[in-house]
């Protein structure tokens, strides 16, 4: 059985407009269509490109929790 719970980065388009994100991988494959739900991306949206290997919703948590810890970056956190 497949694990749910793994997501791919992806290139994605909606008209002239592109991004890349973070989709599950069921739907990480170059011409599905993915509905993104998040500010100023919403809408159906075409998969151009999917890159490297699935990650898990945990690892990607964990990262995220990470990127906004201002103690990983002493140069704005005055230390």
Request: net charge positive.
């Amino acid at each position: 059985m497949k694990n749910h719970n793994l997501y791919h980065q992806c290139a994605l388009s909606h008209g002239d407009t592109r991004t890349i994100g973070w989709i599950p991988e069921r739907a990480s494959k170059v011409g599905c269509k993915v509905e993104l739900k998040t500010d100023g991306f919403s809408g159906l949206w075409d998969v151009n490109k999917v890159y490297g290997t699935a990650v898990t919703r945990a690892y990607l948590e964990k990262k995220e929790a990470a990127r906004r810890d201002p103690g990983n970056f002493p140069s704005i956190a005055g230390s």
